[in-house]
């Protein structure tokens, strides 16, 4: 590329570098960051450093320990580092959050010549006198750490510090990612089901009409993903225009369900979607020289065999194309499924977007993310490898 090429692409690689590049490298370095428990609590940790939980036999926790800790409270909670260190100490240890935040009231409001030992813990909660809640404050001493990502993946660090597979009612991860693929994979599917048909209209009707044709395929551009939702829910719910029609005619007795489920969201994402898999068969379609087909059927070829034989490989890389398309955006929805899906048909998406903004679990939002790129990416390679590389020439 030339020095004017250069120049020109630099703002456009400058404006990518700085507001997508760094922002979301950002976002997913905090699946390994530990930063909270080290800034809130340095003479805890210093006091727990030669202490090994997981060490032969049991170790007594250090004498030193709970006076450093009781300081590390106090100075926490007038900094305003107590809650975050509070919040991720949670994740590990069960109710331990406002167990933390009432010891450092206790604590701060202990009158001078107070011994801050054992006991003294034991007496506000057992569980900060124990040798489970230091290990876990332990493990999280940072800078870096696996917690995020094993979890994102239902697995855990037990006492020991070896890694194992969470307890049953955490397992939710690997099911919902499952869930995701599926539901990504059905959408896929309905699209090129519902818009080769279309594609190849297109390409045999007059270009006047293709025109028409292509400006209702383009229509749903024109509308909000949130109305259009909105209006899914209002035409599947029981006394919606699908229900009304199918009772009038008397094809059911009473009301389907069709809305908050898995029905609703397939139905919803497929008419989201379609366009994306119409026009990139479209563009692939109308470059298949008619000539082929015919001289298929002049050798003797039946229109059936002549169709699968010749027209359907041509096909290949526009279905390659349109069906990566679909399913890596069907990867990351999340308004639909919220609207008209129910509780089991919520998808990865969903628990990335109620992590970082209503629970401000940061860390296992940056997890799951990573874990739906990582997806994504394999998806992408096993994709490419298999077509022979048209998907990416294509893309």
């Known amino acids: 590329m030339s020095r004017r090429g250069l120049a020109l692409a630099a703002p456009l690689a400058g404006f990518l570098l700085v507001f997508f590049v760094v922002p979301i490298g950002w976002l997913l370095s905090l699946a390994l960051r530990e930063a909270e428990v080290a800034r809130a609590l340095p003479r805890t940790l210093s006091a727990l450093a030669g202490w090994q939980a997981d060490g032969p036999g049991p170790q007594p926790l250090p004498a030193p320990l709970f006076a450093a800790f009781a300081q590390d409270l106090v100075e926490a909670r007038a900094a305003s580092t107590l809650a975050d260190a509070a919040r991720r100490l949670n994740y590990e240890v069960g109710g331990v959050r406002s167990t933390l935040m009432r ?106 009409t293709a025109d028409w044709l292509l400006v209702l395929v383009l229509l749903p551009f024109w509308t909000s993903l949130l109305v259009r939702t909105a209006a899914w829910v209002v035409v599947l719910q029981k006394e919606g225009m699908v229900n009304s029609l199918l009772l009038k005619i008397g094809a059911i007795t009473e009301p389907l369900t069709l809305i908050y489920n898995r029905t609703g969201v397939l139905v919803a ?79 990865l998406s969903y628990f990335v977007a109620t992590y970082t903004t209503d629970t401000g679990n940061w860390g296992l939002a940056a997890a799951l993310g990573l ?25």
């Open 103 to 208: 010891a450092a009231r206790t604590v701060q409001s202990a009158p001078a010549g107070t011994v801050f030992d054992a006991a003294y813990f034991d007496a506000i909660d057992p569980t900060l006198a124990g040798a489970p809640f230091f290990a876990a404050v332990q493990r999280a001493r940072g800078p870096v750490s696996a917690y995020y990502l094993l979890a994102s993946v239902d697995l855990v660090r037990d006492a020991g510090g070896q890694i194992a597979r969470a307890a049953d009612g955490h397992r939710i991860y690997l099911e919902v990612l499952g869930r995701t693929l599926a539901i990504s994979l059905s959408v896929t599917l309905l699209c090129v089901a519902m818009g080769f048909p279309v594609a190849l209209l297109l390409t045999q009707v007059r270009d006047k």
């Open 269 to 347: 994402m497929t008419h989201v979607l379609l366009p994306f898999m119409i026009l990139p068969l479209y563009t692939v379609l109308k470059d298949i020289p008619p000539q082929y087909m015919r001289a298929a059927t002049s050798l003797g070829a039946a229109p059936a065999t002549a169709f699968v034989r010749v027209f359907l490989p041509l096909a290949a890389p526009g279905v390659a194309a349109g069906s990566l398309m679909v399913f890596i955006l069907a990867l990351g929805y999340y308004i639909t499924p919220a609207l008209v899906g129910g509780g089991s048909d919520q998808m």
């Open 371 to 395: 874990l739906m790129l990582v997806t994504t990416a394999l998806l992408y390679a096993a994709a490419h490898r298999l077509s022979g590389g048209r998907v990416m020439a294509m893309g």
